[in-house]
């Protein structure tokens, strides 16, 4: 059997989460949203606002702004997690202090409907329930785009504390 090349592969809806507490915030995030939208296979579709959220686990560190991106990509998870973990290294991302100070980070929330447990890849992201610096933006970028997921995301915002440590720091376009 031969594969029709004309044939584009299967697109999934995928969501990100992207923070940074070192140096100029923003900009981090948006390099890192421009590097993930010149990937081959993967499309930006939604931005959430920007929130600007205490740290959480180690907090000897400044704060963090924080937001959540939905994707299209052609790419397996494997491999968008690979992209990202690249785009994290070349925004200079090191990995010194556990849950420590970083230039950004992008955590992979969910791809599709698929669970996934594998040694590198958790999916859906097995803390994303109990942080509300997750599930704040991800709640925005759902309401723009997935109204039954967001009500799931909202019922169990409703039920986390600790969303005080969370305000928005700027809407983004």
Do not use: C
Not at 144 to 160: C, D, F, M, N, P
């Amino acid at each position: 059997m031969t594969a029709d090349i004309n044939r584009s592969p299967e697109q999934v809806t995928a969501y990100v989460a992207l923070g940074s507490n070192i140096g100029d915030r923003e900009a981090y995030l948006r390099q890192a949203i421009d590097a993930l939208s010149r990937r081959d296979g993967i499309e930006v579709a939604a931005l959430s606002a920007m929130y600007e959220t205490e740290p959480v686990g180690y907090v000897d560190q400044a704060a963090f702004l924080n937001m959540v991106i939905e994707l299209s990509t052609s790419l397996p998870p494997e491999q968008l997690l690979l992209a990202m973990q690249g785009i994290e290294s070349s925004l200079g991302r090191t990995r010194d202090v556990h849950w420590g100070p970083r230039t950004v980070d992008l955590d992979l929330l969910l791809y599709g409907d698929i669970q996934l447990t594998a040694p590198d890849l958790i999916i859906p992201h097995p803390r994303m329930q109990e942080r509300a610096f997750v599930l704040i933006p991800l709640a925005d970028v759902l309401q723009q785009r997935q109204a039954g997921l967001l009500a799931s995301i909202t019922e169990q915002l409703e039920r986390l504390e600790g969303k005080e440590g969370v305000t928005l720091w700027k809407k983004v376009q």
